[in-house]
């Protein structure tokens, strides 16, 4: 057993790279078969613009996030880093529950998303301006790095919005077919679950036909591929921008994606 070391804000952890934090309190680390872990990849929705709160700051000892640098730290909001606006997320909700269903288990997430990536940057090479990164690249760099300590159980994707625009709605569902492929090929990854979610519906921004394309694409895909789960976004409120989901819905959004998931 390796060791793990507790370090943010008194209680943080990293897995075999250097210690974050104050304290340097060593625990055991499961062996890698026990660390279960999630890409979370796509724009600003999946990083998360929710208004982080007290309890976003009390981590469970079972939810790891890689950070930007490559270390493993208890996972308390912002996990994502794209842009200094980052908030809470739905990645915390979900992995929560998933480790309540397996207590035995710890869960690493690994933020890749980029805010206002299209699905076009999602691609080898591919880069966005927004960020200054390359998402498909860097998703799967960091991908490799956190599979040095646990194994591949799934990846969470939302993404769709910068997509829902002439001339590039109705290619969409075969870019997205195409992009979870390489996921699983470049991970050597072939039956890992991939679970998508639906774009927000508000009221006071209703889709157009071009989000209703992306949306349709989303739900063909989860059909015709084996292990892609579609989570319905029913009832679900934005933030006052009337883009990002806000902090209530995201935890819910959260725990649909873990429902879809188990």
């Not at 210690?19 to 600003?44: M, R």
């Not at 994707?157 to 709605?169: F, N």
């Not at 591929?225 to 819910?252: C, K, Q, W, Y």
């Amino acid at each position: 057993m390796k060791n793990l070391i507790i370090g943010i804000m008194g209680s943080a952890f990293s897995l075999g790279f250097p210690v974050i934090g104050e304290t340097n309190t060593p625990v055991d680390l499961p062996k890698k078969e026990n660390i279960h872990l999630f890409l979370l990849a796509g724009p600003s929705n999946m990083a998360g613009r929710g208004i982080i709160e007290k309890s976003d700051k009390l981590p469970h000892p079972r939810v790891l996030a890689l950070d930007k640098d490559g270390k493993w730290r208890l996972a308390v909001a912002p996990i994502h880093f794209d842009k200094t606006v980052t908030g809470v997320g739905l990645a915390t909700s979900f992995a929560e529950a998933i480790a309540k269903r397996y207590p035995n288990v710890t869960i690493g997430l690994v933020p890749a998303a980029c805010g206002g990536s299209a699905i076009s940057t999602w691609e080898p090479g591919g880069y966005h301006s927004q960020t200054k990164s390359h998402p498909w690249d860097d998703a799967i760099a960091r991908a490799r790095v956190a599979m040095k300590n646990g194994a591949l159980k799934g990846i969470l994707w939302h993404q769709g919005e910068s997509d829902g625009k002439p001339g590039l709605a109705k290619a969409y569902e075969g870019n997205l077919q195409d992009l979870f492929q390489r996921f699983r090929t470049e991970l050597n990854a072939p039956d890992v679950p991939i679970v998508l979610g639906q774009l927000g519906q508000f009221p006071a921004k209703p889709w157009d036909e071009y989000r209703e394309q992306v949306n349709i694409a989303h739900i063909a895909v989860s059909k015709r591929m084996e292990g892609v789960a579609f989570v319905p976004s029913d009832g679900l409120n934005p933030n006052s921008d009337i883009v990002h989901f806000d902090t209530r819905s995201l935890r819910i959004f959260g725990k649909r994606y873990a429902e879809a998931y188990l």
